[in-house]
């Protein structure tokens, strides 16, 4: 069966595309720009699909990272995941940041993952080897992340001071790449996915509905009502 991924994820500073053929990586593009998430994902995605000789028509999913992440980010892949499932007819699906770091570090035994949630916190989750997430994605202060178990992700460098700089993975990435995501969402789709995927992470399913994971508030609030001024 003709299998073509197309992935990205914009929930940490990188905005990372990529094209999969459900065997290897075709073309894969990531800018770490914490600020230009909505300038640089379209094009992003028009260079691998040009790389890989391939058009929207071609690709057979398209998979967004979920989350957990910062608002506008997060939001600008999700939308742009839906939109693109309306254009061309593909299933849309989403997959935890989260998970694919922990894909992308090879690892075979239990560490956590834990990336930037900004206001001195991180957004982390407990694996049991690279494919398995046994608990979160939580919203912690670094120093409440369990002790012990190796740390993957930028979230664990940011505050390797207070985390324990030995416990830093060093050759595993600090931001996820689309890559990793198609890789993990192909495997997936290979082993087969039926019906609307439910609530990030609610059965255990890594593919799931295109919806965000998030753990808080939003920064940006509607204004509410103007206090009364009196005499």
Request: glycine residues 10%; negative net charge; contains cysteine.
């Amino acid at each position: 069966m003709f299998v073509l991924v197309l992935a990205f994820d914009t929930a940490t500073p990188a905005v990372t595309a990529a094209l999969h053929d459900g065997e290897r990586v075709l073309a894969e593009s990531t800018t770490i720009d914490a600020r230009r998430h909505g300038e640089l994902l379209v094009p992003s995605v028009r260079e691998v699909l040009r790389e890989a000789g391939a058009s929207l028509r071609d690709v057979t999913a398209i998979v967004a990272g979920s989350g957990p992440g910062p608002y506008t980010g997060l939001r600008v892949g999700l939308m742009t995941a839906q939109a693109l499932s309306s254009t061309s007819g593909a299933p849309a699906y989403g997959v935890c940041t989260l998970d694919v770091l922990a894909y992308a570090s090879g690892l075979a035994e239990p560490f956590i993952v834990a990336t930037d949630a900004r206001r001195k916190e991180v957004f982390w989750a407990r694996y049991a080897d690279m494919r398995t997430r046994v608990a979160g994605p939580f919203v912690d202060r670094p120093g409440d992340v369990p002790g012990e178990l190796p740390l993957v992700g930028a979230g664990a460098r940011m505050y390797a001071e207070i985390v324990g700089e030995g416990r830093l993975v060093e050759d595993a990435p600090d931001y996820p790449r689309a890559g990793a995501l198609a890789a993990l969402a192909a495997e997936h789709l290979a082993a087969g996915v039926s019906g609307a995927a439910a609530d990030a992470g609610a059965d255990g399913r890594v593919l799931t509905s295109p919806s965000p994971i998030y753990l808080r508030r939003p920064d940006a609030r509607v204004p509410g009502p103007p206090k009364k001024v009196t005499a």
